[in-house]
């Protein structure tokens, strides 16, 4: 990751496993979507707040490398860092790793746009203090 990037802690809930007892592979979505609000939040931006104002954020690519299966009671850490590829999308860099030792589950990175009141990409001002 090309910064330091945001953490937020979870922890791996029975629903969310699959018959092999494992975490099924959609979940993961999930999580890297709840760390990236989060990681809005720290830098003083709220998701639905910004969704009122019309600035629409929409996730336009998701690359996902799993690596590792977290199960059942698994904890683990989800990380998250920005960085702006183009005039119109943003990447957010996020990594899963189980707790405690550490250990790399997942690798993925999410690409977005912003799409403002006509359905057009844009990059607003907000989005710059990801960076």
């Known amino acids: 990751m090309t910064n330091i990037p945001f ?8 629903y ?5 007892g494992i975490v099924n592979h959609a979940v ?3 999580y890297l979507e709840c760390a ?3 990681f809005l939040l720290s830098k003083g931006l709220s998701f639905a707040e910004l969704t009122a104002r019309g600035v629409t954020i929409v996730v336009i690519r998701a690359e996902l490398d799993y690596r590792q299966a977290l199960r059942t009671g698994d904890k ?3 990380t998250v860092s920005a960085r702006q590829v183009s005039r119109l999308k943003l990447v957010f860099d996020q ?3 189980k707790l405690p030792e550490g250990k790399l589950m997942l690798q993925a990175q999410i690409t977005a746009t912003s799409i403002n ?5 844009y990059f607003p001002e907000e989005l710059k203090a990801l960076l």
């Open 7 to 14: 953490s937020l802690e979870l922890k791996v809930r029975d």
């Open 16 to 20: 969310e496993c699959d018959m092999q």
């Open 28 to 30: 993961y979505l999930n």
């Open 36 to 38: 990236r609000h989060e």
């Open 76 to 78: 683990f850490q989800v």
């Open 95 to 97: 990594e899963i790793s």
């Open 117 to 121: 009141q006509r359905k057009r990409p």
